[in-house]
């Protein structure tokens, strides 16, 4: 079955960086389009960032666009998201899905979820 596995969050300060990693097993990773979507506190899901299958074309909210990097590496079976200049508005807990069409920007195109890793920015 498809698992989804998310590590490297932890406490950053603002204006400090953070990697997250995702690794995938279960499918054929390197066929599907991949994003990231984060819940804040007492807040809905909000999808952050997709990539496509062969990491040809990636995509961003416009609030991480210039901070945030995402990434694969299909040898690996892994996803990634580089997160640079952290704001406190940051904070959540951030999720690796597994994209059903390839629709960006979407939650409801998110068919598979890991359990997600926390992410917290505070001085």
């Known amino acids: 079955q498809v698992q989804l596995v998310e590590s490297g969050g932890g406490l950053a300060q603002p204006g400090g960086s953070l990697r997250l990693s995702c690794a995938a097993s279960?499918?054929?990773?390197?066929?599907?389009?991949m994003s990231w979507a984060r819940q804040a506190p007492g807040k809905g899901l909000e999808w952050v960032s997709g990539i496509y299958s062969d990491g040809s074309d990636t995509y961003y909210k416009d609030s991480v666009k210039g901070r945030f990097t995402i990434s694969r590496d299909n040898a690996k079976n892994t996803l990634y998201l580089q997160m640079n200049s952290l704001k406190p508005e940051d904070t959540a807990l951030y999720y690796c899905?597994?994209?059903?069409?390839?629709?960006?920007?979407?939650?409801?195109?998110?068919?598979?979820w890991g359990q997600g890793t926390q992410v917290t920015v505070s001085s």
């Open positions: 899905a597994r994209n059903i069409k390839g629709y960006m920007g979407y939650v409801s195109d998110l068919g598979s």
């Open positions: 279960g499918f054929t990773f390197s066929r599907y389009a």
